[in-house]
């Protein structure tokens, strides 16, 4: 049974810092690893889906890495801003689409 | 990405009855997922919508307590039946296989539905 575990729970950094976002899983036979953002009381927006193939996707400031040899993906968000202030999830799907979901990493940048 | 809608958002209810939540996209998916998110947890399936069959219920659900429908390639629902304090939680409907979408295994989810249990 897949195991998702995000480090570190909770990240608070002062604005412009560059961060770092772990993610490990224990079943290396994935499809895919998605990495999602939650704000307070909504749902969830995809960031970045890298496919078992992939070392990595980049979308405008975000960085998303896959070992899946070391059953680790890492999230970089570069210069960070009040407005990156939210939920980082990750999901790695290994069959059917299903997603396993990581606990999350609460972050808050300070202005 | 598509418009997925889900209705009601909030709702607060009171114990033992049951409350059916929707889910609607704009355009046609291949898969519908419902997931649960318990306060302060993260996000666990609960099963996948099969369109005009019988859903596929994860360990630990049940179609008695959560039923589901898929009459159609957009649109989905899900009952939260017998409800207890438990049940409490945000249910999320998620989908894959947006025509528009390049990755085509690539998942999204609808706003959420707020449910309180009293």
């Known amino acids: 049974k897949q195991e998702v575990t995000q480090i570190p729970a909770a990240l608070s950094v002062p604005e412009g810092e560059n961060l770092v976002l772990n993610c490990s899983f224990t079943?290396?036979?994935?499809?895919?690893l998605q990495w999602f953002r939650q704000d307070p009381g909504k749902g969830l927006t995809s960031l970045l889906l890298?496919?078992?193939?992939?070392r990595e996707q980049t979308s405008g400031r975000l960085n998303a890495s896959l070992d899946k040899s070391s059953g680790r993906s890492t999230l970089y968000i570069a210069a960070s801003q009040p407005g990156d202030s939210a939920t980082y999830l990750c999901?790695?799907?290994?069959?059917?689409?299903?997603?396993?979901f990581g606990g999350g990493t609460r972050l808050m940048v300070k202005p | 990405s598509a418009v997925i809608s889900q209705k009601p958002s909030r709702d607060i209810c009171q114990r033992g009855t049951s409350l059916t939540i929707q889910c609607q996209v704009d355009?046609?998916?291949?898969?519908m997922f419902w997931y649960r998110q318990q306060p302060g947890q993260s996000l666990t399936l609960i099963a996948t919508?099969?369109?005009?069959?019988?859903?596929?219920?994860e360990s630990g659900f049940v179609i008695d307590k959560f039923p589901i429908s898929r009459p159609n390639l957009t649109f989905s629902t899900l009952t939260v039946s017998n409800m207890s304090p438990e049940d409490s939680s945000i249910y999320l409907c998620?989908?894959?296989?947006?025509?528009?979408?390049?990755?085509?295994?690539?998942?999204?989810f609808g706003p959420g539905t707020r449910l309180t249990v009293l």
């Open positions: 998620s989908v894959v296989g947006l025509a528009a979408i390049k990755q085509e295994n690539e998942q999204f």
């Open positions: 079943d290396s036979a994935i499809y895919n």
């Open positions: 890298i496919q078992s193939s992939q």
């Open positions: 999901a790695a799907n290994n069959a059917g689409n299903m997603l396993t």
């Open positions: 355009s046609q998916v291949t898969m």
């Open positions: 919508a099969n369109q005009g069959s019988e859903a596929t219920y």
